[in-house]
């Protein structure tokens, strides 16, 4: 019990770490955009944060673009930032890089600290150039967030980890840091909190990581840990989907946040009310999505308190006596004493609630818009990780295509990307998938407003 209690407290200290909105929260209308690396690419944290606000502010419409490209580089953006960054005309830019800067393999060789050193001055030189970019920027609100980590201390068969490389990607952390001071710029570090929490949960399982079996790419858990500090920065802890108290006994509401509580009704057997809320609970997908993937976003909340501090919609009924039945507009949803529902019971935690069905109808329009979001990235990859080093400009084109060809098979990567690229080459595909998109995003908008609820607690034998 006591190494039980040990624990709890050292995960507070680290997620608490994150002082409350250190990131101003998004408003109605901005357009932001994550550039990064693969982790950004192909990774699940900026959707993550678009869905708690597609839930939590049904009336605010924003817009999240996914600006990754796997394999980047601080002098990478550079070198795409005018034909990539600026096409999104974003209002915030929340910018992220330091796991390819820093190397790989020569920290296991014969000078690791002069490898490091030559990396890290790589990176500031280019991000210097970056730094300067963001400044000449009048309309565009900056968000610097510095890498998650690279796990050296997991056990991990057959991956034997580059030593120190972490402490170079810290090194990156710091000038990030140190720029965002200097330039009145919003900063997260997600490096210090995730290698903390992967050193806690080491100590029962040598083998946890939130980083991946590479010790680089997290897994869908590890993309809601993110998500999860980024939304804890921005203040969002302790704001609850709804809370709800009901005086059975005096039939009357003891008080309600946000969400309105209406024709309050009880006889001998029963006790119903109508419920409105103003946002939806946050919905948690069970499934590992997206290539390579093990794990699930669920899988999340067994390492970080979420659902605790930013997903609790309480249901609290004092005054009754027995066991009731839950009844939410005709659905039966469960059975609870009297006593639990005096203690509160969290609606948003039963995936069979009317709401939260209408929340996961969110959930997987979202996850149908990341999906062709990423073969955009995929195709950015092509057009600025391959054709510009080339100087080639004249893009979508029979020779082009040629060139790409003369090129695959000795390049894996983009040899993966040629039939994606065989398409995107043309115009008409392009429009067809952002429509897709947009008609998609449209529709999440639509159909994200909280409905009136009645809810009914029938008393049983």
Known sequence: MKNILISFFALFCVCSSLTAQNITPFKDGDRVGFLGNSITDGGHYHSYIWLYYMTRFPDMQLTLFNIGIGGDRAIDMVNRFDGDVLSKNLTVLITTFGMNDSGYF??????????????????????KQLESRFKSLENMRMVLM???PYDETAVIEGNNAFKNKNKAMLRIVDFQRESAKNNGWEFLDLNTPITALNKQFQQKDPTFTICGNDRIHPDNDGHMIMAYMFLKEQGFAGKEVADIKIDASKISVMSSSNCEINNLRKTSTRISFNYLAKSLP???DTIARGWGSKKSQAES???VPFVDEMNKETLTVKGLTGNYKLIIDE???GIWSAKELAEGINLATLTNTPQ???ALKIMMLNEERWEIERRFREYAWVEFNFFLPKGITNLNSREAIQILDKYKDSNGWLNGRRDLYSKAMFPEIRKAWQDEINLLT???YEINKPRERKITLVKIK
Not at 110 to 123: I, T
């Open 106 to 127: 020569e920290y296991n060789g014969e000078q690791p600290e002069a490898f490091a050193d030559q990396k890290v001055k790589e990176s500031y030189d280019a991000y």
């Open 146 to 148: 510095g890498s998650s």
């Open 282 to 284: 946050y919905p948690m």
């Open 301 to 303: 909340m067994k390492i």
């Open 331 to 333: 659905e039966n949803i």
């Open 356 to 358: 939260y069905q209408q």
């Open 442 to 444: 449209s529709t999440i």
